[in-house]
């Protein structure tokens, strides 16, 4: 994992997120709505989007993740991200996170770039389970886990604590066998 890798869909390039992404990045971080979920306070300056940036280039180069920018087709601006933190290479798991610009909420976007996400996951990665941690009023992300094939395995009480509370996570998991007899 030295040089980073593009996906490509059929409307979708997910890409590395770069320093000249930060705008793009501080504008859909900074709505609450997209931050409801995310377990940090809405960004406030471009500052803030170069440490969420530097963060996913450490992550890479570490090899404990990899995150994705959401771009679509003919367009360079990043409107989400995806993929995968927390990368256990002896036990072939990871956790897997996205978010969206709320403009593109509704279109099968985020579902088409985690799909791919996914599937990179279990083929690239040799993952043998990928886990999601989704907090219960987040029911938009629950229902997209769940149509990918995630199974629900239980509730995390009080599991992290973030913006000045504790919070409870779902914890969701897709096995690489499962993905495959999907695939079939």
Not at 57 to 83: A, D, H, N, P, Y
Not at 131 to 141: R, V
Not at 162 to 172: A, I, Q, R, S
Request: hydrophobic share 35%; aromatic share 12%; with cysteine.
């Amino acid at each position: 994992m030295n040089i980073f890798p593009v996906i490509e869909t059929d409307r979708l390039i997910l890409r590395q997120v770069t320093k000249d992404d930060s705008e793009s990045i501080l504008e859909y971080l900074s709505d609450k709505d997209v931050m409801k979920h995310y377990g940090l306070e809405p960004f406030r300056s471009t500052e803030d989007a170069l440490d969420e940036i530097s963060w996913y280039q450490s992550i890479f180069e570490k090899k404990t993740g990899i995150r994705w920018g959401i771009t679509l087709k003919g367009q360079g601006r990043v409107i989400g991200s995806c993929g995968f933190l927390n990368i256990v290479p002896q036990h072939c798991r990871s956790e897997v996170g996205f978010e969206l610009s709320k403009e593109y909420w509704g279109k099968g976007i985020g579902s088409e770039a985690f799909e791919e996400v996914i599937k990179y996951g279990f083929e690239q990665l040799n993952l043998q389970r990928i886990q999601a941690l989704i907090e219960p009023p987040n029911i938009s992300s629950q229902k997209l886990v769940e149509r990918k094939g995630f199974i629900k395995e239980g509730l995390l009480r009080n599991y992290e604590f973030t913006c000045g509370k504790f919070d409870d996570l779902l914890m969701y998991a897709l096995l690489k066998q499962d993905f495959e007899k999907m695939q079939c």
